[in-house]
């Protein structure tokens, strides 16, 4: 079963940039899409951004559009997501998926990264 390591959250001021980054153990094939979900206290968890990992198509949630960017690397076994002009809403936990479908519904799940934004 593959395991998802988040990396790059942290304390960062609204306006800042931050890149996150998940590395799977395992292969990463050209069916898989890789994802960004979060969660903020209080709220469900929410989409993020997606890439099909064959396509490198992009998906993203309205509320980040044009300000958060996934990239893949596949040497690597990779997904970042690029987060600029952030803002105090978009501190959450920030967890790393893998699946087959942009349903998520049979997802592999990362443990988190705390994403947090001061005003």
């Known amino acids: 079963q593959v395991q998802l390591m988040e990396s790059g959250g942290g304390l960062v001021q609204a306006g800042d940039s931050l890149r996150l980054s998940c590395t799977a153990s395992?292969?990463?094939?050209?069916?898989?899409?890789m994802g960004w979900f979060r969660q903020a206290p209080g709220k469900e968890r929410e989409f993020v951004a997606a890439?099909?990992?064959?396509?490198?198509?992009?998906y993203y949630a309205d509320s980040v559009k044009g300000r958060f960017t996934i990239s893949r690397d596949g040497a690597e076994n990779t997904v970042y997501l690029q987060m600029n002009s952030l803002r105090p809403e978009d501190a959450a936990v920030y967890y790393c998926?893998?699946?087959?479908?942009?349903?998520?519904?049979?997802?592999?799940w990362g443990q988190g990264t705390q994403v947090t934004v001061s005003s």
């Open positions: 998926v893998r699946d087959s479908s942009l349903d998520f519904d049979r997802a592999s």
């Open positions: 890439i099909r990992w064959g396509r490198r198509s992009t």
């Open positions: 395992g292969r990463i094939y050209s069916s898989h899409v």
